[in-house]
């Protein structure tokens, strides 16, 4: 079965509004942030690809947030995340979850339909290959789904926001003397200035190669009547807040 073409389902401005509170409540009630950002991601998966009996990938899932709302879609889902401390986060169990790197994905060549990550991009230090071993894992006709906070996003700078605007390093620093601890999203550690110019050179250079066909770019949680502003170089960096790549294998 191949990727349908974007069937343009129109998120609102309600469903934008409900999942803004949602992430101002992220660390003091986790589960309603994540149980409907899941939700919300599958759905908007769904409208590329029918999920049922597809084997899907979450590369950096963490503890297996997205688990849940996979399998009630009728996919089986396997997470893969190389951080032991993610894996057992939120109480979480971490079901089906293989410890590795996106980086290096410890799977066989076109071995999943939907290889898919959230948030993960921003947080490796070479997004470009953990885009190129996504691609590799799928099997042809099968969806790769990409989204992740660009640099310069109001939340670019991940809890130093919105200090990474005077750079990365500064911004960490200053964390780090105001805390008293260095934050978890560390500049050139953990957190790296991932833009979307990046990512769409990558994706022009795969599609050149035949490697994949571009289904989707889109701003992640804006409603479809702002969807318009990601086609636009350098203002796009900044007001997607966060960005969605969406390919098949060819
Ligand atoms: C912000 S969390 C995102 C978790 C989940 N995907 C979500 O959307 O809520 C970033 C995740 O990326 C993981 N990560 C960091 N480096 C990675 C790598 N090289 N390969 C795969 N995952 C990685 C982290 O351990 C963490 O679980």
């Known amino acids: 079965?191949?990727?349908?073409?974007?069937?343009h389902r129109r998120p609102d401005l309600r469903r934008s509004v409900e999942l803004f509170r949602a992430f101002k409540?992220?660390?003091?009630?986790?589960?309603?942030?994540?149980?409907?950002?899941?939700?919300?991601?599958?759905?908007?998966v769904s409208q590329w690809t029918a999920?049922?009996?597809?084997?899907?990938?979450?590369?950096?899932?963490?503890?297996?947030?997205?688990?849940d709302a996979f399998e009630a879609a009728g996919a089986s889902y396997a997470g893969l995340e190389p951080d032991a401390g993610e894996l057992t986060a939120a109480g979480i169990t971490g079901q089906n979850t293989l410890r590795g790197s996106g980086l290096a994905l410890p799977i066989a060549?076109?071995?999943?339909?939907v290889?898919?990550?959230s948030n993960v991009l921003e947080h490796v230090p070479a997004p470009r290959v953990m885009a190129d071993e996504m691609v590799r894992v799928t099997r042809r006709g099968g969806l790769?789904?990409?989204?992740?906070?660009?640099?310069?996003?109001?939340?670019?700078?991940?809890?130093?926001?919105?200090w990474h605007y005077l750079g990365g390093d500064r911004a960490a620093n200053r964390y780090a003397e105001k805390m008293g601890h260095?934050?978890?999203?560390?500049?050139?550690?953990?957190?790296?200035?991932?833009?979307i110019s990046e990512m769409l050179d990558w994706t022009r250079e795969a599609e050149q190669a035949g490697r994949v066909r571009r289904v989707a770019v889109l701003p992640r949680y804006h409603p479809w009547w702002a969807h318009w502003v990601i086609t636009v170089p350098g203002l796009?960096?900044?007001?997607?807040?966060?960005?969605?790549?969406?390919?098949?294998?060819?």
């Open 109 to 113: 060549d076109a071995s999943v339909d």
């Open 115 to 117: 290889a898919f990550s």
């Open 25 to 44: 409540v992220e660390q003091t009630d986790p589960a309603r942030f994540y149980g409907l950002l899941a939700r919300d991601t599958v759905a908007q």
């Open 182 to 195: 260095r934050p978890k999203n560390d500049f050139g550690t953990s957190l790296f200035a991932c833009p």
């Open 144 to 162: 790769i789904y990409l989204s992740w906070t660009p640099w310069l996003s109001p939340w670019g700078g991940h809890e130093t926001s919105p």
């Open 51 to 67: 999920l049922t009996g597809q084997r899907v990938l979450d590369v950096g899932g963490g503890p297996g947030y997205f688990a």
């Open 1 to 7: 079965m191949g990727v349908a073409d974007h069937t």
């Open 236 to 250: 796009r960096e900044v007001v997607s807040w966060n960005a969605v790549i969406v390919l098949e294998k060819r």
